[in-house]
């Protein structure tokens, strides 16, 4: 064999060699690549759970602002004005979280069933005598929030029961407290 023929032949297997590398390497990004999606997204599925845990904790925490968010979820229009303040505070910062959620569903980085599963407390609200007539007066929503939330009112899918059913004690509490008489769920 002639020095140029054993030239090519090197050349050959070097070119061969080097493919090979480039097909591993391309299988070692594609796994990395996928490691890092599944991180990405898990860590977004936490931040959003945790917006919603960390919402509740609050509630369950301040005696006060528990029995606001029940009489507004009961009887909206009979709360006085600092209390729907305050109850319209804390809902835009859960109306600000599920916005968060259907923007990290759009992008690929969070799962339907997670985000339906955490819009539920803001359906209940919604779905229930009060929170009723407050949303139909909030503009506190984002269009996408208020189109995603419509939507599911309208589809009547997987709607969780309204809060004096989901929640019975937390809302009699508020026949409790402000007009000492129990009156019976609905």
């Known amino acids: 064999m002639d020095q140029q023929t054993f030239a090519q032949l090197l050349g050959n297997y070097g070119e061969f060699v080097g493919a090979i ?3 591993v390497t391309l299988g070692y990004l594609a796994v990395q690549i996928r490691h890092n999606t599944n991180s990405n997204r898990s860590a977004s599925r936490q931040t959003l759970l945790e917006g919603w845990a960390n919402g509740n904790w609050e509630l369950a925490n301040d005696p006060e602002l528990l029995r606001i968010y029940a009489t ?3 009887h909206w229009p009979d709360l006085p004005l600092e209390e729907k ?3 319209d505070m804390g809902m835009g910062r859960w109306l600000a979280n599920l916005q968060n959620g259907i923007l990290l569903r ?4 969070l799962d339907h069933k997670t985000l339906d599963t955490t819009a539920n407390f803001m359906l209940l609200c919604i779905v229930s005598d009060g929170g009723s007539k407050w949303w139909e007066q909030t503009c506190l929503a984002w269009p996408e929030t208020r189109s995603y939330l419509e939507a599911r009112l309208s589809r009547g899918d997987n709607l969780p029961p309204p809060a004096q059913e989901m929640f019975p004690d937390w809302m009699a509490m508020v026949d409790r407290d402000l007009r000492s ?3 019976p769920l609905e």
């Open 72 to 74: 507004a979820i009961m």
């Open 106 to 109: 759009d992008a690929g980085m």
């Open 21 to 23: 590398a480039v097909l």
């Open 85 to 87: 303040a305050r109850f």
């Open 181 to 183: 008489v129990q009156r």
